[in-house]
């Protein structure tokens, strides 16, 4: 087992990581950047190394910086965690030639995966169905034009090189293309650095289900159930579950044994997630493979019992896989929602700023993996993923009851955060009868706005100030401490929703 291991990410899943080094005995070492100095991932580390300024480009994403950390902490492994390098092949091939180990796939896994031109022709050669799409596009509008009527509209636009949503543009008339496929061009260079582009057949109301996989260095690999993630923004996802809801046995028997058709065309090793669209008709087609561990990885813990960071470290270190394919039976029903700072009302505008107040729900069934603190400065620099909350419940009703009710116990001041919009897709009557897919958001919540509170607002605004007044007062007179109703009145000036 190692004893040193480096995280070279922030946030959450930094923590996350941290803890489950620390269960194993292993010390967990951290890198920051300049704005990243009194965050909490830095704080739960044995020790830290700052690798630059703010901008990712020249602190989290600095390969030479971060092996160097690496190398002055005595680290023996990195971790990647998800984001900033953890897809990067070029980082995984440097990790290794640094002496030390990569706790992922192989860099030729990763690159495999990483394009996604690349990707679609290796699994599609394994049997694994793809959706229709022309990748040589020709040069010109007439040649754009000619795939896309090959297609048929609506046609996706994607980037080659990469995912998140990035490159990535829906194209409904002939009219739209040249612009779209112009704009999608440009964010994909300065997204990836790579502007290539290909065209996918494109589906109004598809379900994203994905299926998480582990696999060893022996060859031998067991899928842990699939997770749907259909509530998304901007094409990323905000609401994750398992298992899928209105997913039948069959269809799951077939997706699941996809994945690892998938997996295996590229001799993979570690914990790995691939992706399918699922079509009302019941069709699926592989989207992409993600080689690195998920963001909403905590709901197929929550449903398997199987630590994934734990059993990424221990496959990492050489061990054979201890999971048995028929022993991997979900029990009960997770379901995950990502808090971020950002306001929906304004089109998922992100909100950086102080907080200046924290209370995490808790109670059985409640899981919360946080990378904030009262007092912390949530920096503009980075996405505005502050915390992910997850429960877990005998069923579907029970798991989605207890996570509104965990979501309404949730208070946290400074910042706009999505919490109130969060409810309002978990309390929807289509999402209740799992009724989801890619375009819920836009089908039945298109324009919403918080309720108006003023009278429940004024209440919490008391609770609030009695809660902070030692804080509030410490240092000064009592008199100069701010009532509740500056309190309220500052919050509604704020646009605070809760």
Known sequence: MFKRVLIANRGEIAVRIARACRELGIAPLAVYSE??????????????????????????????????????????????????????????????????????PSAEAIAAMGDKTRARAIVAAAGVPVVPAVEQLGNGVDALRAAAEQLGFPVLIKAAAGGGGKGMRIVRADGELADAFAAAGREAAASFGDPRLYLERYFDRPRHIEVQVLADQHGAIVHLGERECSIQRRHQKIVEESPAPMLTPKLRQRLTAAAIAAARSVQYANAGTVEFLVTEAGQFYFLEMNTRLQVEHPVTEWVSGVDLVQAQIRIATGERLWLDQAALVP?????????????????????????????????????????????????????????????????????????????????LVGVTTNIPFLIAVLEHAEFAAGHTHTHFIAEHLRGWHPPGRDLELAAVAAAIHAALAPAVVAGRPASHAATPWQTLGAWRLAGRSR
């Open 331 to 411: 029990r009960g029903h997770a379901v995950e929602c990502r808090i971020y700072a950002e306001d929906p009302a304004q089109q998922f505008l992100p909100c950086p700023g102080r907080i200046v107040y924290l209370r995490e729900p808790q109670g059985p069934g409640v899981r919360v993996d946080s990378g904030i603190a009262a007092d912390y400065d949530v920096p503009v620099h980075y996405d505005p993923l502050l915390a992910k909350l997850s429960v877990w419940g005998a069923d579907r009703s029970a798991a989605r009851q207890r996570l509104i009710t965990a979501l309404r116990e949730y208070a």
């Open 35 to 104: 704005a990243d100095r009194l965050a909490p991932h830095v704080r739960v580390a044995e020790r830290a190394r700052c690798v630059g300024p703010a901008p990712s480009r020249q602190s989290y994403l600095d390969i030479a910086a971060i092996i160097e950390a690496a190398r002055a902490l005595e680290a023996d492994a990195i971790h990647p965690g998800y984001g900033f390098l953890a897809e990067n092949a070029a980082f995984a091939r440097a990790v290794g030639d640094a002496g030390l180990t990569f706790i992922g």
